[in-house]
Structure formats: C-alpha cells, structure tokens
C-alpha cells in the first residue's frame, strides 16, 4: 500500500457517514465559490463578496437538506452539516454568514414557528430573498439570555406585539446581517400579555427594513463595524422604540396567544419551556464545532507541509541541513494536534449521526436522549472551538514569518475562528453545562446555567452508570476488562489502561462535584454560592474530562472498525498519541490521586516523545488523509519548498550598479 | 491609604529606575501622537499614518538617548529603552517601526559600524531625513542566520563590494521599512575578498532607493502586503542582482577590507566574530520584551475593568447579577496572568538596568557579563512575548463578544503582538540558547543554536554556581534557609520553600540535560543527533525554570525594597500568587521528582483557589498601577459600564410603526 492509498483508506474513515458529501464538494467545479478572496478588499467590498457568495450558495441544495420534507426540504440533516462543515475549508466569513441565514434565521422558523411561518419565509429564507438575522445577544446580556429584557407586548386593542428596548443594555448586539443585509429579524424577547403577565422570552419575527434597505419605523440598527476576523460578515446592533408586528409574527411552536388575548403553551414551566426552545437550536453549537474542525485541519495541512519541507540547522556531523519535522520540539508541536483533530472529527461525526437519528425520528426521540444531544454538542463546540483557537495559533508560530503573511492564510484562519470560542455559547458556560448535564443525567433542563440551578441539580446527582451512554459502551467495557493491573513497563500503550484512566478521571471528577454542590444546597445562600464558587474548577474540569473520554472512544471505535492492515496500524498509533499526550496534560491530576506513580508519570512523557518520533515520518499521510484539495488551502509558500535555483540565469555580464 | 495612593506606591516600584521618564510620557500633550488611528484604514493609508507618527517622534529625544555622546547621543541607555517600552501602550505599528528605523537599523550603524558611519549616517537616521532597512532574515533562513546566503564580494578592481542574491532562497524577506519607506539597508551578507576567500556573516550599508523613491539599478523590491497584523509597517523583500557600493559601506567594527584588500578582524574566529555582532544588537531583543509588557498590561486592565463592571447571572438568594470578576474560573483567568505580568514587569526593569550598566561601561564590562546579558535578553523576550500572546488572547475571551470588536482594541493588540514569538528570535531557539548558555556558563560563544554546539558546549557543563550570578543572590539564600522543611499544612506559601522550589527545579533540570547531552558528545554523529533531540524538550523546560525562578527574584526583591505598609502586604500577595500558579503549572514534574507529595500538590492548587479569592477585590488596584491613562487604553465600552436607563427619555404616546 503506498502513502496514496494509506491516505485515502484514512479519509474514508474520517469522511463518515455523508463521505459522498464531502467527496462532491471536493470535486466542486469551482472550489473558489466558496474560498476568500484572492486580493485584500476593504470590509464594505468584502461583505459585497460574501453576500454574493451566500446567494450563489442558495443553488446548492445543502440547506434545503436541513428542512424536513414537511417544509419543503430534503429530510436529509446529516448531508446538510456535513455540508455545512465543508465550508470551514473556505472563507469563514462565508461559513458564518451562511450558518445565520440557514442555521440560525432559518433554525429558528423551522424550529420555533408553525406552518403558517413555514409557509410564508422559509422558501424566502432558502432562496435567499429574505435575508434575516438571529437576534438574540443583547448588549447587556449574552450567557445569561433567560434574562434578555427586549420585551414583546401583547396590545390586545390591535392585536399586535409591541417589540421594545426599554435600556441600553436591551438593543441586541453583534447581530450577523444586521448591519447590511437583513430584512427581517427572529427578534427574542420577554412576551407579556395584555394582562401584564410574563410568559418568558420567545421569539418574534420583525421586519427591520423595507424593500428599499431602509430601517423600518422605529428600529434603529447599528454596524459593529470592523472585527477581529470574520470581515465579510456584517453584524451590527438592533434597538426596537416600541415597533408594532401582527401578532401572527409570534414563532408560537411552545407558545401562542390566542385571538382572545390569552397565552397557552405546552410547557407549564416558564424557564423549562424556554431552554427547550433553545434546545431546539442545537444544530448551530454542532455547524460551529465543524466549521471549527474544518479551519483546524486546514491550519495544521499547511504547518505540516511546510515542517516537511522548511528546512534549518545541520545535525553533527552532516552539512544538509533538517527538515522542522526533525526536531522533537516541532514534532511535539504539530502531532498530538493532528491527533486531537482525528478524534474531533471521528466524534463530530458520530454528533452528527447523533442529532440527524434524534431530528429523523421528530418528537418520537426520547426527551433525555434530546438533552444527551446538547450536552454532547455544546461540550464538542466548546472543546473544538478551544482546539481550534490553540492549534491555528501554534500553526502560525510553527510557520514563524511566513505563518505571519496574510497570503499564508493562517492568520486569516485564526482571525476569523476566534470568537468561535464566545459566540453559539461561550466555552466557559458550556463547560459548566456540560457537567451539569452529567450530574443530573439529562433529567433537568439543559441550558439553565445559573449558580442556583447547578447547586441544586446537582445535589441529586446518583453516580451510576456513566459509562453506559456512550456509542462504544460494550467495547470500551471490554477494553478495560483486558487493561494490565500493575506499573509494568509499556503498560502506558495499552489501550485498556488508557481507557481506564480517562474514565476513572471524569467519575472521580464528577462525583466530587457532586460531593461539594450537594453541600451548598443545604447552606445557606452567601455560604451556597461561595461553595459553587470554590468548584467552579472542578465543574469545568469533570466536564473536560468527560469530553476527552468521549474522544477517545471515538478514535478507539473507528480503531475497531478498520479491518486489519496498515491504515488501522497508523490509526492505532494516532490513538496511542491522542491517549497518551491526554494523560501527559493532566499527569498532575493523576499522581495526586494516586493513579500514576511518579515512575508511571515519567514513562507517559516518555512514550508521547517515542510516538512523536515514529509517527512523524508518517505526519504528510496523517495531513493528506484530511483530503483539503491544495486549491482550496492556498499558500503554495507553505505547501510546497521554493526552487532549488532563481528560475531564470542571472545576464551575463554583471549590470553594473553604482549608487 | 486609600486605593489611589495604594495604586501610586506599586507604580513608583513597578516603574523603576527610569520612572521619570514614563511619567512624562503619562503627562504628554498628545497622547494620540502614538495611538492607533480613530477610523479605520486602508493598509496603505495606515502605513502613511505611520510614517507620519515616525517622523513626528524624530522631535522625542529618546532615540538620541540611545546613542553615546561620542555618537552624538546622550548615553542615557535605559532612557532610551524605558521611553520605547511606553510605546507598546499606543499602536504597535509605530512601535515596530520605531524598532527598525532607530534600534535595528541605527543600531547596525552604531555597533557595527565606525567612526566615518557614524558621523555620515546616525544625523540622518536621527532625524529620519535617512529612513532605513536592516536586511538580515532570508526566506531560506531565519533563525540559523549564520548560513545566509547573500554574498558581499570584493571587487579589487574597482574597490567595491558586490552585494548579490544568488539564489531565490536568499532574498531578504520580511524587512521593515522596505517596502514603502526606506532609502538604505544594512544588509548581512557572507564577506567574501577578493581572493575568493569567505569571512562569514558581516554588515553593508547599502542605498535601494534613490532620491525620489525608485530602486536604484540591480535592487528588486516586493511588498509582502497584508500581515497578520502591525498594518502600519511596510515589510517588504529585497533582492540583489550584482549590487555594487564602495568599500567603505561594510559596518567595519568587526572585519574589515583595507585597501589593499586584505582582510583583518580583532576576532579570529569566523563564527566567534558573527555571534559577537549579533550580540551588540541584545537590545532588540529586550525592547520587543518590553513592548510586548506594555501591550499586556493594557489587554489586562481593559479585560480587569470589564470584569469589574460586566454582570452575568445571580448568586442563590438574590436578583443582582454577579460581576464576572466573581466568578472564581474569571479570576483564576485574569489574576495569575496580572502576577506575571508584575514579574516580567519587574524583571525588564532589572534587565534594563544591566544593559544601561553594561552599555556605560562600553569594552570595561567582562564578556561573561555581556554573554550573561544576552541570554537574558533572549530569555526574558521569549517569555514575555508568550505571555503577551497567551494573556492578550485570554483577555479577548474574558470580554466575550465586546472583546471581538475591533474598537475595542483587544483583538488589534493580538494581531499586532502575534509575530512578537517570532521576530528578533523565535522562541523556540531562544529559549534553547538560553540552556546552552546556562550549560556553558556564558563562556562561549551564544548564539550558536546548531545541534553541534548545543552538544559540544553542554558537555563542558559543571554544575556550579546557578544562584551566585543573581542581582538577588544574598536575598534568595536567605529566604531559602528559612524555608520549612517538613510537608505541613500552610507551608505552600512560605516564600523560602517557594524559592527552594524554583531553584530546585532549575538546577535538576540543567543537570539532567548536562548529563544526556555530554553522552551525545561522545557518541557518532547519528546517535548523537537523536540524543540531543530526545533532550530538546528537556532544554527548553530548562530554559523556562530558570526564567521562572528570575521572575520570582524580581518580585522577592521587589517585596524587599518596599517599606512595610499596605504597598508591601500587596505586593507580596503577588509574589504569592505568581508563585503559587508556577508551581502549579508544574505540579505534575514536581510529583514526579519527589519534591511534592500529592498531599501537597493539592494544596497548591487550593491556595491558588484562595489568593485568587483574596485578590479579586484587589484587581483594579493591582491594574491601576500599570498607570496607562485611559485616553491611551481606548474602548470605553470596556473601561466603563453602560448607562443605567437610556440617555433621553422616549417619546409619548407612543410612534406607532406598522410594517
């Protein structure tokens, strides 16, 4: 089998389930539809090109793939993210754009309105010709959006809703497609009606300019102008004076007012019916984790060429000089992130099969199975998006002052994936959720984040059977049956010890949470919160540590699948590096709780340096196997080393020059 | 006391020798003369700006401290550096310019060049009627620049020096003010007389523009265009075809070409005599250090006075929101990173201190001094410029989605400090000289990063005097003895067993790379290359220790100086904290070499927990004393928390607007 087909039997493993997704966008006929622009443009240009980009993107049939059949879609949701994650290959602000006006806009339609709204914007909405915007984040509150205080006023007099900023804090912020593009709004807001009552946030569809682009009667909106990335993508700022909507506006799927005034819903609890909402959102948190993947392997493509070939320093006794991937330090650099993006691809794949089972059975689906879902997704999203934010970096370093060109794109990656880690929920909240999630077993609702809500959730925490919601239950049980019990040396590489000690960490993790939170809920509030507030690490950590099991058993999973040869060798050995380099970063953790003997502890970094040493000749098959065509990475500079020689002989005689 | 006066005694420690001169700067008419521009501009436009800020601080007179009386100067050295570090507040495109045009191309001409240079060229460079280039890097090598490839060949015939680029490798790439601005280049080259015979690497001053701006015969300029950030900067690459200046263009301090054409040098070896040169230009090295200082202390006060103000979720028992300040995962995010930054603080002005006294002394000082200098130098910029791009990243998370707006200033710092890891020295090889010079005891030659060196100067290793060369010696051997030597509770912050850890962390892993290397020594030239790689990691880890254990010396001596009072109890909070979290960081080797029980190592990280909690109602003292006025700091949205209500009452009866 020769490097070629290695790669290509990997990528088929990567690829998943929708690989033919991936393998028609490869081959697209014009790969530059989707790719940043060739020269630098001013951000007004810039926003143009994306637009017009995201209007060329609505002939694809991607996003009709994320409607059900009921709504004039496809029904075909994984083909849709995957799609979706594919266009982390090209301009993010493409990727952003795309992922308000489809995921978000068009999310919110689908998932929060009923067929009058299905009917009346979603064709618009796949057409392009509504353009419209999430408006969620206010100024004011952006974690914590239970408390948003936009308000919707039922005026039983018209029969409309009076949408309305009563603060500074209130106007919605960063909105993508606000500041140029957007006709129309899924504004959330506090609903009350006519009798005074609040019935918690909904969400509203308010038209923010006429036909002509002008602001509509009593909305102002604002342009964020520039950001740290993401230039293509015009967010801006929405503030509502008191601006009247048909009460039919109203996205009424978990809430409706009926002609006569009065609310019903089929959720009794106000918080619980408004995290369900939220929950319905989950394909966002998911699109950014892909996208996030997509920039990664893109960044760490480009860095391992160019190690491959950039070369500095001559080893003794030789006057050639080696290559960067020679030097363990660059090695320890650039391996154990390729081996991280295999298993985020390997679980994102396994999210999206996940979320696409859970939408295809529509309501059927368990309801903890649904919170399952968005524990996973907003863990992945978190723990992507900080791969992402870290690797895109250390690419760029690895790459010194070529990584530093615009031309070399990894600037640009990182730029624009920056705020990947803030927005679709900030990584430190949804860590937290995550471990909530795993304290209360997916019984409570999901998205309520409050210091309050964690104590006393997880004060009902049972420790039972963490293990047993996993895809590859049975043969992760059965790998840490077979795990060797003493400090034996080479005992590190098994796979079984591996396990056992990433599922040992999130139980041990966990269950102290627990412990601790179960105290504050008997304490008194002052007391309560600074008990939170002392685990407020842990929390974090239990739910690192859950993710990290999590992708392991994704890399162990795709292990088992592969049938005997070298592909399933070199998979073995990328999940050796992922394992092993894991429990390297936490080996603090694990001799403090008596897990690895300092002897242990010393031999993991020692095997991380033995594997970086032997996978390192194989690291252009561990990038190749991503399958980024060239054309689609750009930077020939990095991908490729520079003629040996000036391509055209110097004239002779010497030109002479005297200054 | 109250919390300005507080805020004032940890200014006047933290800014040190040169205070005076920063309080002018604080104090200057136009603060904006060295700020980022109010609107956004075009790369073309900022680089103008630019120039036009440049030219504006010719009038400053702090570049001229920079140079001895004899130059024309006023030899007031750490002036000089101090009033360059203020810079680092305002746009770090004027900051890397100032770098080129006064410390790199200035200093090339002051350091390398003689008398007859500088009485030609340091007026003009002065007053920047002579903008200039200093044209080391090549795209085919940067860090190992001993094997560039330029050539500067001597011309018998017509006494002059041919400068060519005979391969497309060597083209001199990424160099500042060449691309729009400058008129000259120092250009390092490999000397070559004219009986063929090579002198390594030395410096010619060579004319690529003419009077009105266009290349001069046989020069080929390029753009490098969009960078990751640092807009205002005009890099650019420079390629010689045959170039032809007098003899008396080479920078002759070191070697030089008489005219009969023989060769002469006060050093006779080749490489001895060009790490000689590199070394007179350390304070590139220490500026880049201290601009990346500066840009961090204004990241962390704008993320600091965020968190103070922005609120996010309630605590059990009450309806007020909790400032994000806090939350414990906020503070353990911003007040370890602000300990550091006091350190770095501290260890730049000491820093600054040994250059100024070393530069007095000019030819008196022992070379070890000046070999100790360097390594310093390279230590402390790979450190702070990591702490830069860590710290600055962090605080554009902790600000969530205002931290991603342009206008407020986090993400332009980011960008802009990006290549700080890489220029004047990637960090990776800094940080391996700074072992090497450890090893070898600053008796060698430093900046030979080959494999070869590393190996051949390890192996003369004794492991002597680590802690005699330190400005705090007597100080740490005091407080070492008075460390406690048994494993009880409270003893993590007891500053002598702090101290005794730090040391005994350096000196263990110094040994420990001694000892592989000097095996490597006596081994054949492959074996010999694969034991120095399996050491890189252990060398560079080294190189960190010891820059940790000068970082918390600045601070123990700082602590020493303060009277007591509540300047001095802070302060030494802070010591506590940087201590504490190093420590933690590193809890994982300190359990794997004996000197931490497991016990003890979770203690670390509760006493952590507990200074973080101590200190967060101490954070705006703590930023307050970095002293950056506000007027510099920008981003009001983040200094200051939004009005309470709207700024005008809404109008009544309500406008009514029906779309």
Redesign the interface.
């Known amino acids: 089998m020769d490097d070629q087909q290695l790669a290509d039997s990997l990528t088929t493993i990567l690829d998943g389930r929708w690989g033919a997704v991936r393998r028609r966008l490869r081959g697209h006929d014009d790969p530059t539809q989707f790719g940043p622009p060739d020269e630098?443009m001013?951000?007004e240009e810039h926003r143009a090109h994306t637009t017009s980009q995201l209007l060329a993107i609505t002939r694809e049939d991607f996003a009709r793939a994320g409607l059900t059949r009921g709504m004039g879609g496809t029904g075909d949701i994984g083909a849709s993210v995957t799609a979706f994650e594919m266009l982390g290959h090209g301009d993010l602000s493409l990727l952003v754009k795309a992922g308000v006006q489809f995921g978000l806009f068009g999310g919110a339609i689908a998932n929060l309105g009923t067929e009058r709204h299905h009917t009346a914007y979603l064709p618009g909405m796949l057409d392009g010709s509504l353009l419209g915007c999430f408006a969620m984040?206010e100024?004011?509150?952006?974690?914590?959006v239970q408390?948003l205080e936009t308000t919707a006023t039922h005026d039983a007099e018209t029969d409309?809703l009076?949408i309305h900023s009563?603060?500074?804090?209130s106007r919605k912020?960063?909105i993508g497609n606000a500041a140029r593009d957007g006709r129309m709004a899924a504004v959330f807001a506090q609903l009350i009606t006519a009798d005074g009552e609040g019935h918690g946030v909904h969400c509203v569809l308010?038209?923010i300019r006429?036909e002509d682009g002008n602001p509509?009667?009593?909305?102002t909106i604002g342009d964020?102008?520039?950001?740290?990335?993401l230039p293509g993508v015009d967010n801006g700022r929405l503030a509502f004076?008191?601006?009247?909507?048909p009460r039919e506006n109203l996205l009424d799927r978990y809430g409706s007012i009926a002609s006569d005034g009065t609310y019903s819903s089929p959720i009794d609890s106000t918080s619980r019916r408004f995290f369900t909402m939220l929950g319905t959102l989950v394909r966002g948190r998911l699109s950014v984790a892909g996208g996030a993947g997509a920039a990664t392997r893109s960044a760490l493509t480009l860095a391992t060429r160019y190690a491959l070939h950039r070369r500095?320093?001559?080893?003794?006794?030789?006057d050639e000089?080696?290559t960067l991937m020679?030097?363990?330090?660059?090695q320890?650099k650039l391996l154990p992130a390729i081996a991280k993006s295999y298993a985020l691809m390997l679980a994102q794949n396994e999210l999206v099969e996940m979320m696409h089972d859970v939408a295809v059975q529509e309501g059927e689906a368990p309801e903890d199975r649904q919170r399952e879902l968005e524990a996973r997704a907003a863990g992945i999203k978190a723990v992507a998006t900080r791969h992402a934010?870290d690797t895109i970096?250390m690419c760029?370093?690895a790459c010194?002052?070529a990584?530093?060109?615009?031309?070399n794109r990894?600037?640009g990656l990182?730029?624009d994936t920056?705020?990947f880690?803030?927005?679709e929920g900030?990584?430190?909240v949804l860590m937290q959720l995550v471990a909530k999630g795993l304290l209360t077993e997916f019984q409570e609702s999901f998205e309520d984040?409050?210091?309050?809500a964690m104590?006393t959730f997880a004060s009902r925490f049972t420790a039972s059977s963490i293990l047993e919601r996993t895809p590859a239950a049975g043969l992760i049980s059965k790998l840490i049956a077979r795990a060797p019990s003493s400090d034996e040396d080479g005992a590190e590489r098994h796979r079984g010890r591996q396990v056992a000690l990433f599922v040992d960490r999130e139980k041990h993790l966990l269950e102290g949470v627990a412990l601790r939170l179960s105290k504050?809920a008997k304490a008194?509030?002052?007391v309560?919160?600074r008990i939170?507030?002392?685990a407020?690490?842990h929390l974090?950590r239990a739910a690192e540590a859950h993710i990290d099991r999590v992708l392991l058993e994704a890399l162990c999973a795709a292990v088992e699948r592969c049938e005997d040869g070298p592909a399933k060798e070199l998979l073995d050995d990328v999940t050796d590096l992922f394992a092993e380099s894991t429990i390297e970063a936490n080996?603090?953790w694990y001799?403090?709780?008596?897990r690895l003997t300092?002897r242990a502890?010393?031999g993991v970094i020692r095997d991380v340096?033995e594997l970086c040493?032997s996978l390192a000749p194989r690291a252009r098959v561990l990038v190749d196997a991503f399958a980024i065509p060239d054309a689609w990475l750009g930077a020939p500079q990095l991908l490729e080393p520079?003629?040996?020689?000036?391509?055209e002989p110097?004239p002779e005689p010497?030109?002479?020059?005297?200054?």
Chains 1, 2 share one sequence.
């Open positions: 630098p001013s951000m984040t100024t004011g509150h952006g974690s914590n408390h409309e009076v009563p603060t500074p804090g912020d960063y308010v038209p006429d509509m009667p009593g909305v964020c102008g520039a950001k740290g990335g004076d008191r601006v009247r909507v500095q320093f001559a080893a003794p006794g030789s000089e080696l020679s030097y363990r330090a660059h320890r934010t970096q760029r370093e010194g002052g990584g530093y060109m615009a031309d990894l600037t990182k730029a920056d705020v880690t803030t927005f900030d990584n430190t984040n409050s210091p309050l104590i504050a008194e509030p002052d309560a919160f939170f507030n002392n407020q690490d974090i080996r603090g001799q403090e709780h008596g300092a502890a010393k340096g040493d520079l003629p040996e020689s000036r391509p110097l010497l030109p002479e020059s005297r200054p």
